[in-house]
């Protein structure tokens, strides 16, 4: 097939993906009362399961839909945004889903004497490359590891660093830097997601290997002036069309008792 053929292909593929996803969803959502009723272990897994995998669709169309839009097609939104409140909520509405693969997430960023970071952006976007970022942390980690987000202020730059103790990579002494990426993951769009969202922001993303102490992420974004009366937004983690946002952007490498329906709805 033509790379243009694939092209037009593609947005028509995740429309009708996701209508026959609305469908599943309501079905999964119509059974779930009568089945939890019966109060049958088994049966709650079989759900868990059927939960895992919606959220999991949703998470890879929605990568989908975002790497196929050109560069120039992407509409961010410009609000007044507090890095460090979009990093709390994130650790805190994570911290839950970290344990239950085992792993200990800071559910507070690590701060360097800063009570607030302003910027301009698109919060969803923001929270979605960290996302990305801290789903690769979090694997990495693995059981029994540890994770977080610090955060600290480099002259005109936030630089927040996403961090955790896994093995990190084994590679000869001359790679790259920026050859230090996590084993991707879904369709391995990840990372090339969270580091075109951080230039859509006039920001980088480097990786880093520590000694014994895994790779981190390294986010730099421009501190910037306030507009609109100076208010700062925290952004929220709101649901996400009726689905937990956590959910969806760690289901890669969440468990499925995670998705359980007693815990979701």
Request: a negative charge; aromatic letters at 4%.
């Amino acid at each position: 097939m033509m790379e243009s053929q694939l092209d037009e292909l593609l947005p028509l593929l995740s429309e009708q993906l996701r209508k026959q996803l609305s469908t599943i969803s309501a079905a999964v959502q119509l059974i779930s009362t009568p089945v939890l009723e019966l109060n049958e272990p088994r049966y709650d897994e079989c759900l868990a399961v059927l939960n895992q995998s919606l959220y999991r669709i949703i998470r890879t169309l929605n990568d989908l839909d975002f790497a196929q839009l050109p560069e120039g097609a992407v509409v961010l939104k410009q609000e007044n945004i507090d890095l460090i409140a979009l990093c709390r909520s994130l650790l805190q509405s994570s911290a839950d889903l970290a344990a239950s693969m085992g792993v200990t997430l800071e559910a507070e960023p690590r701060l360097e004497g800063l009570h607030s970071l302003p910027t301009r952006g698109d919060p969803a976007l923001l929270r979605r490359m960290l996302f990305h970022l801290l789903s690769n942390a979090l694997r990495a980690a693995a059981q029994g590891g540890q994770a977080g987000i610090s955060i600290s202020r480099r002259r005109s730059c936030a630089v927040l660093t996403i961090w955790d103790t896994g093995p990190g990579l084994q590679l000869p002494p001359d790679t790259p830097l920026d050859a230090l990426i996590p084993r991707p993951e879904g369709l391995g769009l990840g990372v090339s997601i969270a580091r075109r969202i951080a230039r859509l922001h006039d920001g980088t993303l480097v990786f880093e290997q520590r000694e014994n102490r895994g790779v981190r992420a390294v986010v730099s974004l421009p501190i910037q002036p306030l507009q609109n009366g100076g208010l700062l937004r925290s952004p929220s983690l709101d649901n996400a069309g009726g689905f937990h946002a956590a959910l969806i952007e760690l289901s890669s490498i969440l468990p499925y008792q995670a998705f359980s329906p007693r815990d979701i709805e």
